[in-house]
């Protein structure tokens, strides 16, 4: 087994030549000294440092795992001093304000380094992946005091932190969360409950651990306008211990090198952070942003199943090819079916970061662009683009993973390859934050059908005229009409119901159009060789037939039966 | 995480009702005592036997697995005890003839137990899983002494068999096979090699272990056709142990309740089975049948995975469904991406039955019917449907229980509902017994243009006799325009790679057609219940749509370029 390469080149290809990516930065002042020079210094850096010291640990993240003892969580050999040599660089800190102790680089480079990240080793990823969240949380919610206290802490990522949402019965439905938060004198709350899959709930990275946890207060409402949030650090300003425990760790599927905890809060010393009731909102505030970095553990993990099937299509031979000259046998990649699976796990790997890294460019511009109308339309973008890059592309991360292990036949299913390990990580992503049944009604019922397909409609318009892209006309033609084809659909009489069946086949739909749309932006720059003709190739092959398929799908669940 | 209850009245409906199977099996005099409350009696107990003592095991199986010590494999706790109640109780020696100790009862029968013990407990059942195959060969193919000493033990299960073939060098491709068989002045060959991925290859099962192995005589020609058969006992029949070792076993992604071994001959004293140079034939006397029960262990483990899904959207509430009145949250299986899931499953599960079943019966006619007719169409039967059923049925198995999985939301991902182990245990049945992509070639390249596509044209045209089925008839029809579109692709300038790389989607669409067969069949006899009429609608709404899209994709690839 090899550790995950990252391949700064392909990445540059679609973030410069694709993209044109320090352009659109140049753009936003607060990136005035950001040019295409250090763009590629820090990835450089980057991938530097994700080989050495990040995906060695990925088998030893596996085998050994997190282990928890009476409370204490031991996290595998190695993690430990990986994770300071990441904060101590900077990594953590790469887009963190720089009067928060950060370096205030752009969204898209983060984007970047996450992807190579999750690539190498999903479940040390994991310790990390929530601190960006919770540095905006507390800095744009929490009171003074608190900000003195925890923000350049977690802003510099020399403290982690943690999202305590969900309870055993509470798990898409935040709404039903139970846990209480009863007022002290001392303005601190006391925080009552248990929580549970708190990703490094526990853990022996950091010297404290600061949790974010959604609660009611006594005299709440019911739902989730009853739901406030408060910062529960493990050890408070006096380094006093909290009462908060972890109970257990779970046996999971995959990512074990994350451990995944049950919190018990015994009254613990928690402060409320922005307004009382208004929890939801100020968790939310980084989603797009967390769901865009799910979407590439997808991606990454896709190319870390690919890097390990395509070098072992190249050195394994069995059987003759069709048409062979061969003596005894071919490589297996001279094989039809090997090479379409590698081509079509190519496409959706290089069309992803296409999509993907425009949608960090925008999460940039949301954020900076001097003009409130370009920082409205990327903005617009986001919200319409990261359901369905988190959804379609975490799908193809499990799926095409699996098929990237089936190239190694019966060696694809034992540890030493490496690559059922790939397939096992990839599926949670398909599941956590936000299921992606979930995406599909936030995409379809309440961002399409909520504004009458205005946004959607004029997306798919912006990229139309596209000229780098008309390639992809015919397919943006048929994500209109299944857009028509849905708002339509309200007069069926089972309308609401069918609309809700059909949710995950519009995002798929959606998927392909835009999929296709970013493989013709790759066609007007990318170089005549097998390494992006074959996968461009693949797409039209094998990819895009689906396309009209789903429309026809959706079309006859929601044609409306005439009148006798 | 409650165990596989094995549905006694739902396997009766498909084998009974829609199959009328007894009406079938009383056309073969060999079975002229099985009538059907025979075979309900037998399917009643074995259902028994499975829920008592195979299914609870599952977890221990997976949790403790199978440990290598010293060359030592020891199985996890419980093992032993059932498979000796398992050979004791006759389950082993279900279909062995009567003069080899064995119960003589008809395939399909066999073919019922193997899907629900793979449902129950798919790494216990490895164990058994190569017996039959393992009788025939040496019922068919072995000396008088070699039988005299082996068959019985083997025909009853008293002593379990192993099948070595893979090498490292050598999976799907087994002509090059490099172990050697130097003969002995004794008449025995010493046997020099190493094998691996030999399920059971080691265990403390039964007292003897009887390995068939595939070798080269030092002046063999090179591939497949140098190829000799050998059995080589762990314990000879003076009770010498052989120079045969267990060098370690895998660690898998699943079934870790079977020991993936890695054998070592060492001059292991081993006897000629068959002719020499007739290995591969004398191995691939019983493939249909092992196919079937691959296909089986697909159907079992979804049916497996649909019962803990199915459970679970019946009691756990998230979220109010649309047009829900419900004050708070509904239940899951109210929400229709939920149903969908589900419904789509069992469309494909009982399908598949139908399907499976009737292959079984076909194994039975093949052998006995008294018309050697019969017995040519049943055998035609079983070549064609088997690698359809091997490869769409384990495909289906796996993501299929994939999606019921996600039915869990995070729970899904934690071993505490065992549908995990599911999705981890039902990957392998995709790779071994030939991948599912050398069964598409099978298929494709071997039988139907091997042929001109005449077998499954004249199966084709039962099917559509068939006045029960005439609701498929659609579907049939776009197997036989794919059918001809493939034959016409021979033409093509890149004919021979395309229809290769087609050929996965050439068995899909097969199966696609003979999956709505199989509802037709049920259609026409199942209760108005929404049991049945729902997968009724699951299939045509979710599933059937993308059979016009798998012939469009293969036109598309084979469409032959007009000349200028």
Redo the contacts between chains.
């Keep these: 087994m090899s550790a995950y390469q990252p391949r700064l080149d392909e990445v540059q290809f679609i973030l410069h030549d694709v993209l044109q990516a320090s352009h659109q930065i140049a753009q936003l002042p607060a990136f005035a000294e950001v040019d295409l020079d250090l763009m590629n210094q820090v990835l450089d850096e980057a991938g530097k440092f994700v080989a050495a010291e990040i995906a060695p640990l990925n088998r030893v993240g596996d085998e050994v795992g997190a282990q928890w003892r009476d409370g204490q969580v031991t996290m595998p050999p190695g993690f430990k001093e990986a994770y300071a040599a990441f904060w101590q660089a900077g990594w953590a800190s790469l887009t963190t304000a720089p009067e928060d102790g950060g370096q205030g680089l752009p969204a898209v480079l983060d984007a970047v380094l996450y992807e190579w990240l999750c690539a190498a080793n999903h479940g040390w990823t994991m310790a990390p992946g929530l601190l960006h969240g919770a540095y905006e949380c507390i800095k744009h919610h929490a009171s003074d005091a608190l900000r003195e206290a925890y923000l350049s802490k977690v802003g510099t990522g020399e403290w982690l932190a943690t999202m305590c949402l969900?309870e055993p019965?509470a798990?898409?439905?935040l709404?039903?969360v139970r846990s209480k938060a009863v007022p002290q004198a001392d303005g601190s709350y006391a925080i009552e409950g248990t929580k549970?899959?708190i990703s490094g709930g526990e853990h022996d990275l950091t010297d404290n651990i600061v949790h974010l946890v959604l609660a009611r207060l006594p005299d709440a409402p019911?739902g989730p306008k009853g739901l406030s949030l408060f910062l529960v650090p493990k050890f408070d300003r006096e380094g006093q211990r909290s009462a908060v425990t972890c109970e257990r760790i779970?046996?999971?599927?995959?990512i074990h090198g994350s451990p995944?905890c049950v919190m018990r809060f015994d009254g613990a010393r928690g402060w409320l952070v922005g307004e009382v009731g208004r929890g939801l909102q100020a968790m939310f505030v980084m989603m797009n942003a967390a769901r865009l970095h799910v979407a590439l553990q997808g991606v990454g993990l896709l190319d870390a199943a690919w890097q390990k099937a395509d070098a072992y299509a190249h050195e394994r031979?069995?059987?003759r090819?069709?048409?062979s000259t061969e003596k005894?046998?071919d490589l297996l990649i001279a094989?039809?079916?090997?090479?379409?699976t590698l081509e079509t796990q190519r496409a959706w790997i290089d069309g992803g970061r296409v999509l993907a890294y425009r949608t960090g460019l925008a999460l940039d511009q949301a954020k900076h662009h001097p003009e409130a109308s370009a920082r409205e339309a990327a903005q617009g973008w986001c919200a319409l683009i990261t359901p369905i890059l988190k959804a379609a592309w975490t799908e193809q991360g499990?799926?095409g993973a699996?098929a990237c292990?089936?190239v190694f036949?019966?060696?694809?299913?034992?540890?030493?390859w490496g690559i059922?390990q790939n397939?096992?990580d990839a599926?949670?992503a398909?599941?956590?934050e936000g299921?992606?049944?979930i995406q599909?009604?936030d995409l379809l019922i309440r961002k399409v059908l909520g504004d009458e397909g205005q946004a959607m409609r004029a997306m798919v318009a912006s990229l139309m005229a596209d000229p780098q892209a008309s390639a992809a006309r015919e397919s943006l033609e048929v994500l209109l009409a299944a857009t028509a084809l849905c708002l339509e659909g309200r007069d069926h009489p089972e309308g609401?119901?069918?609309?809700?069946?059909v949710?995950?086949d519009y995002l798929r739909l959606a998927s392909l159009a835009l999929l296709h749309w970013a493989w013709a932006r790759i066609g007007t720059v990318m170089p005549a060789q097998a390494r992006w003709t074959g996968p461009a190739q693949a797409l039209h092959?094998?990819i895009l037939?689906?396309l009209?398929?789903r429309l026809?799908?959706i079309a006859?669940?929601l044609k409306v039966p005439q009148a006798a």
């Design positions: 969900t019965h798990g898409s439905d709404g039903r549970i899959f019911p779970e046996e999971k599927m995959g995944t031979r069995q059987m090819a069709p048409g005894e046998a094989h039809p079916a090997m090479r379409r499990f799926h699996s292990l089936q036949g019966g060696h694809g299913y034992v540890r030493e059922e397939v096992r599926r949670i398909m599941i956590y299921t992606n049944e599909a009604n609401l119901v069918r609309l809700h069946a949710a995950s092959d094998w037939p689906e009209p398929m026809a799908l006859q669940q």
